[in-house]
């Protein structure tokens, strides 16, 4: 065996040139649990504050977005928040929403405008005007600043009386209301004529009249309170002219009410029950023997 000294291993010198380094984060474990602990109990927060009503649905996101390194804050970004926030509607707002129905409310650019040519005269006219007819007024203005969404809050409201909804639009605009799709609506498959045969509901007699009167007037007085007293003395006076008349002559009783409720609903001014020319009415509807159908 020999006993050669053994020589010692080369020393491997330093190379001046740089060595690639393996990607380690300089934080270290700790750092990055700590950095996931705040980004979950800051999105635990947002959450809460979403659900407390104090910022929409897009804010935790966008606010979280914002947080990340991966997503540096930028004018571009910050710009886009500012959209987004512009275009998601506020929680007073989507709570109406959805009370409604899905309906939006009435944008404040939609109040009434008052420098319309007819404003001043309209306001002195409305000064002399009697509180029915006043607070009739008042009421109309606001159903008609958003027909729809006035619509669809009343066909939501706890105690809406049972009404066709294509009319509710004409009660709350003031416009006449077809008695006759009423009386409709009452008999939707029909009524039996004399011969037996089943045909369409149709406005001829005092009975049909009623018939279709008591959901008018139920539906008016709902949306105009005030009013109840105006269309119960109306009834009143229409039913005495049915009483009055032989039962030949009931369709001109029905004209003379439709021909009334027209006058009534193009004017601002007047009652149902004010005599302003209801004598000349009863005799050309009525009276008249050459009265027509109106």
């Known amino acids: 065996m020999s006993n050669r000294p053994t020589s010692p291993l080369p020393i491997m010198e330093r190379s001046s040139s740089p060595q690639e380094t393996p990607d380690v984060n300089p934080r270290g474990p700790v750092q990055l649990a700590n950095r996931e602990l705040e980004a979950t109990r800051e999105c635990e927060r947002q959450v809460g504050l979403n659900k407390e ?74 000064k002399g005007l009697r509180p029915e007819l006043q607070e009739t007024l008042r009421l109309l203005r606001i159903y008609a600043v958003d027909i729809e969404f006035a619509k669809s809050d009343l066909l939501n409201s706890a105690g809406v009386p049972e009404f066709p909804e294509a009319e509710w639009t004409n009660v709350l605009l003031g416009r006449a209301v077809d008695l006759e799709h009423v009386l409709r609506e009452q008999y939707p498959l029909g009524r039996l004529n004399s011969h037996g045969a089943l045909v369409p509901a149709k406005l001829e007699t005092s009975s049909d009249w009623i018939t279709a009167w008591f959901p008018v007037a139920a539906a008016v007085a709902y949306a105009f309170p005030h009013r109840q007293k105006e269309l119960k003395d109306y009834e009143l006076h229409v039913l005495e002219l049915f009483t009055a008349v032989h039962e030949s002559l009931q369709q001109r009783v029905i004209n003379y009410d439709r021909a009334v409720r027209r006058r009534i609903a193009s004017r601002r001014d007047i009652m149902l029950t004010d005599h302003f020319d209801l004598h000349s009415m009863m005799v050309q509807y009525i009276y008249d023997t050459g009265a027509s159908a109106a």
């Open 53 to 126: 009503g104090v910022i929409s649905r897009i804010d935790p996101a966008l606010s979280l977005q914002q947080r990340s390194p991966s997503n540096p804050s930028s004018s571009s970004h910050r710009q886009s928040q500012k959209r987004a926030r512009s275009t998601s509607p506020s929680d007073g707002t989507a709570e109406r929403s959805r009370r409604s129905g899905g309906s939006c409310p009435p944008s404040k650019k939609m109040k009434p405008d008052t420098s319309f040519a007819w404003t001043a005269a309209s306001r002195a006219i409305e």
